[in-house]
């Protein structure tokens, strides 16, 4: 069974299997997330409630931002992923920033114009911010995940769902809602159809991170000091691939620097931070290993 490290196993455990050993279902669910199926076929996704935050931060809107900055001009693969991510979260970016992006990208295309290797995405992303919707037809074509707002979703018990996990199952992909599973009481994890994500949308997530932290390393200014507050928030969440990179990104930043940083400190402590996590995930591959390939 392969393991998406930091989010969801691509492989779905029957929901009777998941039953006969519900404690350890659970445990992994929270830890890493969980893709299970029901008997007949249907496929939900259960993680914990606490992976959903770095998408449900209003600070998201600062990571977007730098991520479109950086993209600007590049001819990689890069500027297609952030144009991609920022209409699959275009809700959460506030008016303000969607018009900041979208003078940014206006000033780069009238600077830039002829020598811009993709023009036409700049504009298209530029008309989708201006009018703050998406058409349905290109919703579709782009199989963006929708993500119900928590507060709009149902409560269920976890011991409800181990009741009739089935049904639940049967009745998410029926309906096409996510319902938040409870612990006594508290909001806990989240269940929902495997449709609402895929593994595209946390490989991008990954990549416009990395993007946004390259971008306010050359800034270092406020947009550059809330890029920061929010990979401090959330670092603890990301997975070996975009921390490997981040790392990476810092310590050739720290040691050759483009120009002359203006707060090494900084860096060099988010860089610390992020060297830690990712020894505390490397030490815990080869227990994953054994336990999802055994």
Excluded at 97 to 113: C, D, K, P
Excluded at 137 to 159: A, F, G, T
Aim: aromatic share 8%.
């Amino acid at each position: 069974m392969r393991h998406k490290k930091g989010f969801y196993e691509v492989a779905p455990v029957a929901g009777f299997i998941a039953r006969q050993d519900w404690t350890h279902t659970m445990e992994r669910a929270e830890r890493n997330g969980l893709s299970l199926q029901s008997q007949k076929g249907s496929t939900g996704l259960l993680f914990s409630v606490r992976i959903l935050a770095p998408i449900l931060d209003g600070g998201l809107r600062h990571i977007v931002l730098a991520a479109i900055q950086y993209s600007l001009g590049r001819h990689t693969y890069m500027p297609g992923i952030v144009a991609e991510f920022t209409c699959r979260n275009l809700s959460r970016l506030d008016e303000a920033t969607r018009f900041t992006a979208v003078a940014e990208i206006r000033a780069h295309l009238n600077r830039y114009g002829e020598q811009e290797p993709y023009p036409r995405l700049w504009h298209s992303l530029s008309r989708v911010l201006t009018s703050g919707k998406i058409k349905e037809d290109d919703r579709r074509k782009e199989r963006m995940p929708i993500l119900q707002p928590l507060e709009s979703m149902e409560r269920i018990s976890r011991q409800a769902l181990a009741d009739d996990l089935d049904t639940v199952l049967e009745r998410i992909s029926r309906e096409d809602i996510g319902l938040v599973i409870t612990e006594e009481g508290k909001d806990d994890l989240v269940l929902c159809p495997a449709s609402w994500f895929n593994l595209d949308y946390v490989d991008d997530f990954s990549c416009v991170i990395n993007s946004a932290l390259r971008y306010a390393m050359r800034s270092e200014d406020e947009e550059s000091a809330a890029v920061v507050q929010y990979l401090r928030r959330h670092y603890q969440l990301f997975d070996e691939k975009t921390l490997s990179v981040a790392v990476a990104d810092l310590e050739r930043e720290l040691n050759q620097p483009m120009a002359p940083l203006k707060q090494p400190q900084v860096w060099k402590e988010l860089q610390e931070l992020f060297r830690q996590r990712l020894d505390e995930l490397l030490k815990e591959s080869p227990e994953d290993e054994e336990t999802h390939h055994g």
